[in-house]
């Protein structure tokens, strides 16, 4: 089992930053690649950031290339994604998940672990 708690939400106005970070628990962090996905009300889920389990391969959506940054830590067992310029677009509830595989995945059906969420709320 793997536990994944996030935290770093808050309100935001447009053009601010935010770091939100997933600290893991359970088995050992290094066997799980990580990724990122948010919500927001009455929409599906959506991909946002994966990263490989040593950390030297990520992959963005497109709706946030250039803007945000995972990275993770795995001393501290914890995941970041680095979240600037934000756009009243990027509200949603944002969720850590966790891949007992090698590389990430952009579908959340290939992931067996989810945090709770965090809600990101960015006014215009």
């Known amino acids: 089992q793997v536990q994944l708690v996030e935290s770093g939400g808050g309100l935001v106005q447009a053009g601010g930053s935010l770091r939100l970070s997933c600290a893991a628990s359970g088995r050992t962090f290094t066997n799980y690649a990580m990724g990122w996905f948010r919500q927001a009300p009455g929409k599906e889920r959506e991909f946002v950031a994966y990263i490989s389990r040593s950390g030297g391969t990520t992959y963005y959506a497109d709706s946030v290339k250039g803007r945000f940054t995972i990275s993770r830590d795995n001393a501290k067992n914890t995941v970041y994604l680095q979240m600037n310029n934000l756009k009243p677009a990027d509200t949603a509830v944002y969720y850590c998940?966790?891949?007992?595989?090698?590389?990430?995945?952009?579908?959340?059906?290939?992931?067996?672990?989810w945090g709770q969420g965090t809600q990101v709320t960015v006014s215009s």
């Open positions: 998940a966790a891949r007992s595989r090698l590389y990430g995945s952009s579908r959340s059906d290939e992931y067996d672990y």
